[in-house]
């Protein structure tokens, strides 16, 4: 089996910062792990990935400039640095694993986690 669990979020006020931790665990192939949010009566919306082999990364646009994405392999573990956070940010988070494609679609992604609250406050 495959678990991905995610750790890290919390409550914080408007231009403070998170960090998300996501650690993978089991047997299957990661080609690449992405970060998806979820607000309250939206889709699920891309955040960012990154490629398990070169380490490209990826971004929304909403999360240029104020989030990082980063990856330890050995580890299993993929982290998502939040800076500036905004109210609009409020969403549970989610990370995945990809295992044949860097995507922008939660389709395309096998495996996720839980999730885990962020909530910016104003």
């Known amino acids: 089996q495959a678990q991905l669990v995610e750790s890290g979020g919390g409550l914080v006020q408007a231009g403070g910062s998170l960090r998300l931790s996501c650690t993978a665990s089991?047997?299957?192939?990661?080609?690449?792990m992405g970060w998806f949010r979820q607000a309250p009566g939206k889709e699920r919306m891309f955040v960012a990935a990154?490629?398990?082999?070169?380490?490209?990364?990826f971004y929304a646009d909403s999360a240029k400039g104020r989030f990082t994405i980063s990856r330890d392999n050995a580890k299993n573990t993929v982290t998502l640095q939040m800076s500036s956070l905004k109210p609009e940010d409020t969403a549970v988070y989610y990370c995945?694993?990809?295992?044949?494609?860097?995507?922008?679609?939660?389709?395309?992604?096998?495996?996720w986690g839980q999730g885990t609250q962020v909530t910016v406050s104003s």
């Open positions: 995945a694993s990809a295992g044949g494609v860097v995507s922008e679609s939660p389709r395309d992604y096998n495996y």
């Open positions: 089991g047997s299957f192939v990661t080609y690449a």
């Open positions: 990154i490629s398990w082999t070169d380490g490209n990364t």
